[in-house]
């Protein structure tokens, strides 16, 4: 060895301990639920299917040093916990639990003495300073033709509303859509002769899976929005019950999580959609218990908690659709107010709702929505009143709602719509 040597550790041995820039890093990540590490070594864990037990070694030597890193940001939902293999941990027995539950973190410890044994150097979190990138593909699926139907129209990321794809699942109508995992969506719950909780899953390619048994209450006409970093809820509907408040988390895996009560007044026929820079959303619009059409809206925390009714603004009514434009803000859109309306109200990125803009393209209800292209959205589909239409509408990154554009695919209502891909 030769040149100057600083800021080492000498071992009881008197041998040199190497800094972390001298580990020896692991070229596997670890990804079970159990691991045994060894010293002068970094290891990149991920917890995105299980939490991790790590087995330090059994006999240290004073200088030892290993690092452990949060490879996919995942420890805030699955821990790491360290058994310190009858060693003290910060001069605590091995007796003592230790987990380490930040997104993002990574821990350096060296090993001391008998005394205090392993001692964290660092366990910091690093941020997460830039987002995902924004969603650029669409899916239409599902929705009522005459009889109910399950075939589907991919959107691609100019906004053009594809031909018909063979359906896969149940036929139904009144489903939930939203997007999970940035560029993956879920479509599910919906009146299938009787309702269901049933979901299909969506692919970042905007392949349709199979069904897969549902969680939660069955129900139909609610309301769905992708929330925090890539998140989803649907809340609301109509259940054989009657109208309720209920609400279902979606991992970003696309599980789907019993049911939690709700703040807001039982209702359905609402919208949800995401706005903000920090993953919040709103569901507003609908009809009550007591049939009344109203504008009352209730945010969605990025935790995913569904607040009480806040006051609301423009045209009371029921079975429209929202789309996000603009990357932080959402637009809501047409709907029945006894009769098919075309007003729209722009959501801005605090999520107040404005009031009623005069009304473009075909007065419709029971429409779907998705955004594409990153920052624009579209209105297809839905009831007249006497038919149903194909006809698409699409949205500018400034909202501003276009007049009708030719439609493609089956003319149907009370379909859902989602974003996917981040792939153009």
């Not at 139907?149 to 100019?158: D, E, G, M």
């Not at 048994?213 to 998140?231: E, H, I, K, P």
Request: net charge negative; with cysteine.
């Amino acid at each position: 060895m030769s040149g100057q040597i600083t800021s080492n550790v000498f071992r009881a041995s008197g041998v040199i301990a190497p800094t972390v820039a001298g580990l020896n890093w692991s070229s596997a990540v670890v990804t079970g639920s159990t691991a045994t590490v060894e010293a002068q070594n970094g290891y990149w864990i991920n917890t995105t299917s299980n939490a991790c037990t790590i087995t330090l070694p059994a006999s240290p030597s004073i200088g030892d040093q290993i690092v452990l890193v949060d490879y996919a940001r995942t420890w805030s939902t699955n821990n790491v916990i360290i058994d310190s293999n009858g060693n003290n941990f910060q001069g605590d027995p091995d007796t003592y639990t230790v987990d380490y539950s930040t997104a993002g973190q990574s821990l350096s410890i060296v090993y001391s003495d008998a005394t205090k044994g392993w001692i964290p150097v660092s366990d910091d979190a690093v941020a997460f300073d830039h987002g995902a990138p924004p969603t650029q593909r669409g899916i239409f699926a599902f929705g009522q033709t005459g009889s109910y139907t399950n075939i589907s129209n991919l959107v691609s990321s100019s906004g053009v509303v594809g031909s018909d794809v063979t359906g896969v699942g149940d036929n139904k109508i009144h489903a939930f859509g939203a997007t999970y995992g940035g560029d993956k969506g879920i479509f599910g719950f919906g009146d299938a002769g009787g309702y269901s909780a049933i979901t299909n899953l969506v692919n970042n390619s905007g392949t349709v899976a199979s069904n897969v048994d549902g969680v939660g209450t069955a129900r139909a006409q609610g309301a769905s929005s992708g929330y925090g970093d890539d998140l989803a809820i649907f809340a609301f509907g109509t259940a054989s019950g009657g109208k309720t408040a209920v609400s279902n988390k979606i991992n970003n895996l696309g599980v789907v999580a019993s049911d939690t009560s709700a703040s807001g007044t039982a209702k359905n026929g609402c919208a949800g959609v995401r706005y903000g820079s920090t993953g919040q959303a709103v569901i507003s619009f609908g009809a009550n218990a007591a049939e009344n059409y109203v504008n009352a809206r209730n945010l969605i925390s990025n935790t995913g908690v569904v607040a009480s009714d806040a006051t609301g603004a423009g045209t009371a009514r029921q079975g429209l659709a929202a789309t996000s434009y603009g990357g932080d803000k959402a637009i809501f859109a047409y709907g029945t107010d006894n009769s098919a309306v075309n007003m729209s109200n722009l959501v801005n990125n605090s999520g107040v709702v404005g009031a009623d803009v005069s009304g473009v393209g075909t007065a419709r209800f029971y429409p779907s929505a998705t955004n594409y292209g990153g920052d624009k959205g579209l209105f297809a589909f839905g009831n007249t009143g006497s038919s149903r239409v194909n006809t698409r509408n699409l949205v500018s990154n400034e909202g501003v709602v276009a007049s009708d554009a030719t439609g493609a695919g089956t003319a149907r209502g009370g379909l859902p719509g989602l974003g996917f891909s981040f792939s153009a």
